[in-house]
């Protein structure tokens, strides 16, 4: 295990709803990034926090938004939720701006209907 | 362009067989990393070996290896004599600092199956 929790572990919303999910990083580690990750595919970069600040950020609209807090967990939210946004979503945190590896969570499976 | 390939969508073997996953990368960076991560039926990402960019030697842990070739972006990954408890998704990743962070770029993934 990495030590990178994720809650809840199961989801179900309904589209246009707001959803909130929160990732607790592993001890030491100031950085959380999320990714999400559809059916079939690889995870895809979502955005990346480090420092309670928001320090890069993928190919995703403004209704995916994220906070860091002092003790460096992390949430992500997703306001007016789309069919599309059924996935896996997975945060990983990591050292700095320049520790190559991040530890992942397990996950929190959002469904959307 | 920062990008992962890797071609083979569904792998299916007997156990005992051996199996290797390919990878491709495009970067233009210098200094990069390269990851192969298991995904088992949980979700779970469980992290299998990290690679630097100036590190072409190939590694063998137990039953698994990687052979790392910068000459064709490769870094495959072979399964000698492989167990059901294999069975698995694997993702190939490539870490690309793009100005001032660290992100990952995965591929597609290997649905690899391990048949009694």
């Known amino acids: 295990e990495t030590g990178v929790t994720q809650s809840p572990t199961h989801l179900i919303k309904t589209r246009g709803q707001q959803v909130t999910l929160r990732c607790s990083s592993q001890?030491?580690?100031?950085?959380v990034s999320w990714y999400q990750q559809a059916l079939g595919q690889g995870p895809q970069f979502i955005f990346q926090?480090?420092?309670?600040?928001?320090?890069g950020r993928g190919n995703f609209p403004p209704r995916f938004s994220g906070l860091q807090f002092p003790n460096y967990s992390s949430e992500l939210n997703v306001n007016a939720l789309e069919l599309d946004d059924s996935a896996l979503y997975l945060c990983?945190?990591?050292?700095?701006?320049?520790?190559?590896?991040?530890?992942f969570g397990p996950g929190t499976r959002l469904t959307v209907t | 362009a920062q990008k992962v390939t890797q071609a083979q969508t569904e792998i299916s073997v007997v156990e005992k067989e051996d199996v290797t996953l390919d990878c491709v990368y495009e970067?233009?960076?210098?200094?990069?990393?390269l990851f192969w991560y298991k995904q088992p039926p949980s979700g779970e990402l469980v992290f299998l070996i990290r690679?630097?960019?100036?590190?072409?030697q190939n590694e063998i842990s137990g039953r698994y290896s990687w052979n790392f070739q910068k000459s064709t972006s490769s870094f495959n990954f072979t399964i000698t004599a492989s167990q059901v408890v294999d069975s698995a998704v694997y993702f190939c990743?490539?870490?690309?600092?793009?100005?001032?962070?660290?992100?990952?770029?995965f591929g597609a993934g290997t649905r690899l199956a391990v048949h009694p």
């Open positions: 690679r630097n960019s100036f590190d072409e």
């Open positions: 970067t233009r960076d210098t200094t990069y990393y």
């Open positions: 926090y480090y420092r309670e600040e928001e320090n």
């Open positions: 001890s030491g580690h100031n950085t």
């Open positions: 990983a945190s990591s050292w700095g701006l320049t520790d190559y590896e991040q530890y």
């Open positions: 990743a490539l870490s690309a600092s793009l100005d001032g962070y660290n992100k990952l770029i």
